[in-house]
């Protein structure tokens, strides 16, 4: 019998559900694949508002669920489930992880996941906290792709927020086209064969192992010190801005749009000095980042990590 594979995904523009179909796209003669969208009741708007883009930050780092559809399960027995997902704000996006924790997610038990990420570039705390999710649930995480955009971090935060704001991915004059490269969602095709391999040899074991061998995560040491500067202070205003109300409401807003000139002078104005920083703490403290980034880029879980 062919393995079955079930593809579970949430993507706001389309970005990872074309890095799936391309992972998938010689498979479908191997596998027998099912897929299926997260879909939140209340679509989150695209392109979006600056107001209610950084208004989702508390409830994203918070992980407070929202509502979604019901997704029609099957009762076949996959071999494997991939989640597809991004980071909002350092944290699974809203719609994945009301998934992760609704009394839906109890369909991954026993199951083996693989996580496919498609983010800007900052996507470990978010995979700390599904993660998390998985082992509450039971399902046994077998292996991680991770995709992300390759231009320097300042570029991608100017091309993002083009896309984010304007809904322009595609290149102008001076910047390049905003996401992960077109190059990169085409080579994904090489995951999918060493994913349906694995699995007609009942080989998951060493499904992550093959795919880091095909870059399948690559990680920047400096993105390490960065992403935790910057999950460590989300962590103190999500709950001050909450004190004020849920997302949407008026009474938040002063809090809210604080929150964003600083994320903005953070990023803008600091940035250089922060990666500065960074780069001095990758040159001192190397062998004690490379654990770290060792242990971003596998599968293994250790609380607290970030
Ligand atoms: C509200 C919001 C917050 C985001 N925060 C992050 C982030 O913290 N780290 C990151 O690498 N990308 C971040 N992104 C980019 C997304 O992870 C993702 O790459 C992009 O939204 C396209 O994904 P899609 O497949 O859902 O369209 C954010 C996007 C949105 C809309």
Same mark, same amino acid.
């Given at each position: 019998m062919k393995p079955s594979i079930l593809i579970l995904y949430y993507s706001q523009t389309g970005q990872l559900r074309s890095i799936l179909d391309s992972i998938f796209s010689g498979q479908q003669t191997a596998c027998d694949i099912d897929i299926l969208e997260i879909k939140p009741r209340v679509k989150f708007p695209f392109p979006w508002k600056a107001a209610e883009f950084f208004d989702c930050m508390p409830e994203s780092v918070l992980q407070v669920s929202e509502e979604i559809e019901p997704i029609p399960f099957s009762e076949k027995k996959y071999d494997l489930i991939v989640l597809g997902y991004q980071p909002w704000f350092l944290s699974p996006s809203i719609p994945f992880s009301s998934f992760l924790k609704s009394d839906a997610a109890a369909f991954l038990q026993d199951k083996n996941i693989l996580t496919v990420i498609g983010s800007r570039n900052m996507w470990l705390n978010a995979q700390e906290k599904t993660k998390e999710q998985l082992i509450a649930v039971n399902a046994k995480l077998v292996g991680n792709l991770v995709f $992300?955009?390759?231009?320097?971090? %300042?570029t991608s935060i100017l091309t993002i927020i083009r896309w984010t704001f304007k809904g322009q991915k595609e290149a102008t004059k001076r910047m390049p086209e905003a996401g992960v490269q077109k190059q990169d969602i /085409?080579?994904?095709?090489? $995951? +999918?064969?060493?994913?349906?391999?694995?699995? %007609?040899?009942?080989?998951?074991?060493? %499904?992550h192992e093959k795919?880091?061998?095909?870059? +399948?995560? /690559?990680?920047?040491?400096?993105?390490?010190? %960065?992403?935790?500067?910057?999950?460590?202070? $989300?962590?103190? $205003?999500?709950?001050w801005i909450r004190e004020k109300g849920e997302r949407g409401q008026e009474a938040r807003k002063g809090r809210v749009t604080l929150f964003s000139r600083l994320l903005f002078v953070g990023v803008f104005i600091l940035s250089p000095i922060s990666s500065f920083t960074a780069s001095l703490a990758v040159l001192f403290n190397r062998s004690k980042l490379m654990k770290e980034v060792d242990y971003f880029k596998n599968i293994a879980y250790r609380e607290k990590a970030i």
């Open positions: $992300f955009d390759r231009s320097p971090n %300042l /085409e080579n994904a095709k090489r $995951f +999918g064969d060493t994913i349906s391999q694995c699995l %007609l040899q009942n080989n998951l074991k060493q %499904l795919l880091l061998a095909q870059d +399948g995560v /690559e990680l920047n040491p400096a993105l390490v010190i %960065l992403e935790k500067r910057g999950i460590k202070n $989300f962590r103190k $205003f999500a709950p």
